[in-house]
């Protein structure tokens, strides 16, 4: 759900200097931070009369990323995705004029129609965000034929290229050790190109999404499984969501470039005379602008309205329409709830605030069908005068959202595999009635969040029905204790430490780099000198 726009402040906070402001000025000093994502803060369209036009950006890296501006200076480098973005990038002015501050600067690789279709439409979005949330019916899919290799050659590495160029053209002349972040799954050969330009560059990518095990990383060609774990390999830090992930990557290394040395015990990799970390960041939510949001007036009618149409207790789920959220087996956990407990047919309604995402991909325009299709055989078969168990909001309405996790009861998130999924963070701050987190063990979250959750199996509808009746069924001391729980744990390990631990590791490395160059003029100056007769 997090991935409403967002809005950078036009001045920075006066408030004490925060662990994250002191882990930015750390590592930075004077510098700007170059970051580099697939969208960028802004999106830009040509309005009736031929004029660009700026939309604040959205998506769930957006959102996480929108805070570093707060922070420290930044060069935010994106993909060119249409062309009014084509159009903005050969105008410096249409670019400075984007962002209210020059705290963050938009750049955006010049990245042909062409070349972006076959890495997003092809590579990035249909193969390798389906293949890493194990999407695929592997029996049938993919197929990876001639026209996919293709677009892997033409479109993905050719983008991945235009990106390091485009961030190297951000580094100051003169500079030494570049500080460079590189985000999620469009970049991940990115890396390895900035490294041949600029070779003391500090590197760091940030995997948003899950990564798989090895074993099915073998079903993808040699040349696409080998290409992204070398590229990432270029990294001096790769952040997964979880140890899980960054566990199997660390085996990926170790299948796929056997000449690596892995250290499971330290989670780094030694390869090429180069040493990469592997790091575990779980992202998590600004709790201060959600809770703003929740407080809203938007929030509080949407508050209103829902109540007027809902039953006595609510069960709510937020989603992107996506297979891998698993809301037909929500669903259907919610019927094999109402057939066995029939007290609870009239008073429990369920609320599901679904986003659309993706509509020009066959597979979710048909998992949108099913859950359509769905949620009206439940209605037709437990609705009762004039009032259905099952409402769905087919829309992105952040506020909306946000109201309906507040007055839940109980909360379902239960997808198959998530990279975080901070539906659930959300829920833990906004929620104002004790409500129950019910979560699937497959969730990024749940290692966060386990203490406080039900867990269930994600494909276990016998199990989530049963956890659904316990939380309803608890009582309301325990209620209270599992989300202060869930809650202070949220309030800790929020978006702010999320990137203060990045950036103190990124501080780390650039310190002991000095400490080693250091360490090398000493002992140089150290050796004796031959006499001039010598």
Do not use: C
Not at 277 to 286: A, F, L, T
Not at 428 to 446: P, W
């Amino acid at each position: 759900m997090a991935g409403e726009p967002f809005e950078i402040d036009a001045e920075p906070s006066s408030s004490p200097v925060s662990p994250l402001t002191a882990a930015a000025v750390r590592l930075l000093g004077e510098r700007r931070l170059i970051l580099a994502a697939n969208r960028g803060p802004v999106s830009f369209s040509a309005g009736a009369d031929g004029t660009l036009r700026t939309r604040r950006g959205s998506g769930g890296v957006v959102t996480a990323l929108s805070q570093v501006g707060e922070h420290v200076p930044v060069t935010w480098v994106a993909a060119t995705m249409n062309d009014a973005d084509r159009r903005a990038a050969r105008d410096p002015e249409a670019l400075a004029r984007a962002l209210p501050t020059d705290r963050v600067r938009l750049r955006l690789a010049p990245v042909g129609r062409t070349v972006f279709e076959a890495a997003h439409n092809v590579i990035a979005n249909p193969l390798l965000w389906f293949f890493q949330h194990e999407m695929w019916n592997l029996p049938e899919r993919p197929m990876i034929d001639a026209a996919t290799m293709r677009a892997w050659h033409s479109g993905y590495v050719p983008l991945n290229e235009a990106f390091a160029e485009a961030v190297v053209r951000e580094v100051p002349r003169g500079d030494r050790e570049p500080r460079i972040l590189l985000h999620d799954y469009h970049l991940y050969l990115a890396a390895a190109a900035i490294r041949r330009a600029r070779p003391d560059a500090i590197l760091s990518h940030f995997t948003h999404i899950p990564w798989p095990s090895s074993s099915l990383w073998l079903v993808l060609p040699p040349v696409i499984r080998e290409g992204i774990v070398r590229g990432l390999l270029a990294n001096d830090v790769v952040g997964f969501q979880t140890a899980r992930y960054a566990h199997n990557f660390l085996r990926s290394v170790e299948t796929f470039v056997p000449a690596a040395h892995v250290d499971f015990l330290s989670r780094t990799v030694v390869h090429d005379g180069r040493l990469t970390r592997i790091r575990v960041y779980p992202i998590s939510i600004d709790v201060v602008a959600t809770r703003r949001v929740a407080a809203s007036a938007a929030a509080r009618r949407r508050r209103v309205e829902l109540q007027a149409t809902s039953a006595e207790r609510m069960l709510v789920r937020v989603d992107r329409l996506e297979p891998s959220k698993n809301i037909l087996r929500g669903f259907r956990a919610f019927e094999a709830l109402l057939e066995r407990h029939s007290e609870l047919r009239g008073s429990l309604s369920f609320l599901a605030f679904l986003v659309p995402s993706r509509t020009s991909i066959r597979e979710y325009r048909d998992y949108g069908r099913k859950v359509r299709d769905e949620a009206e055989r439940i209605n037709a078969r437990f609705g009762r005068a004039g009032r259905v168990p099952v409402q769905i909001f087919f829309k992105h309405d952040y506020a909306q959202a946000l109201a309906g996790l507040s007055i839940a009861n109980v909360i379902l998130v239960n997808p198959l595999i998530d990279g975080m999924n901070l539906v659930a963070k959300e829920a833990a701050v906004v929620n104002e009635r004790d409500g129950v987190l019910v979560l699937s063990e497959t969730a990024g979250a749940y290692d966060q969040m386990a203490d406080g959750a039900l867990p269930v199996a994600a494909a276990d509808i016998v199990g989530t029905a049963n956890a659904l009746a316990a939380a309803l069924a608890m009582p309301v001391a325990e209620r209270h204790a599992r989300l202060e729980r869930l809650r202070a744990g949220v309030e800790r390990e929020d978006i702010s430490w999320w990137l203060q631990r990045q950036l103190e590791d990124l501080a780390g490395i650039v310190e002991s780099r000095e400490s080693a160059e250091e360490r090398s003029e000493i002992r140089r100056r150290a050796r004796p000198r031959r006499s001039a007769g010598g």
